[in-house]
């Protein structure tokens, strides 16, 4: 069983900041990639951003230039670095995380609960 812990979520205003972390345990043998989705209400999940474990990252046009995906693989962690916030990131956030059981395993796919990030004045 894997294990996410989702923090740094919260209402801030536009132009603001913050910063997600994801904490991921339990039954992993290695991490191919975590990344960041969103969705805003009546809209459909979207990626927001994706490091791989080659330090790949992947970012959505939406957000290229303001957010910065990074990891620490010693604790299996991801955070995503908000800046000059707007409106329109208002969404509830969901930690994903690829990763095998041992070295001959298929590669899973977990999600967190999701955080809501709210951006307004």
Not at 104 to 114: E, I, K, N
Request: proline share 2%.
């Amino acid at each position: 069983q894997v294990q996410l812990v989702e923090s740094g979520g919260g209402l801030v205003q536009p132009g603001g900041s913050l910063r997600l972390s994801c904490a991921a345990s339990g039954r992993i043998w290695s991490i191919n990639a975590m990344g960041w989705y969103r969705q805003a209400t009546g809209k459909e999940r979207e990626l927001v951003a994706i490091i791989t474990s080659g330090d790949s990252s992947t970012y959505a046009e939406s957000v290229k230039g303001r957010f910065t995906i990074s990891r620490d693989t010693a604790k299996n962690t991801v955070h995503l670095q908000m800046a000059s916030l707007k409106p329109e990131d208002t969404a509830v956030y969901y930690c994903n995380v690829r990763y095998r059981v041992s070295i001959l395993s298929v590669v899973y796919d977990y999600w967190g609960q999701g955080t809501q990030v709210t951006v307004s004045s």
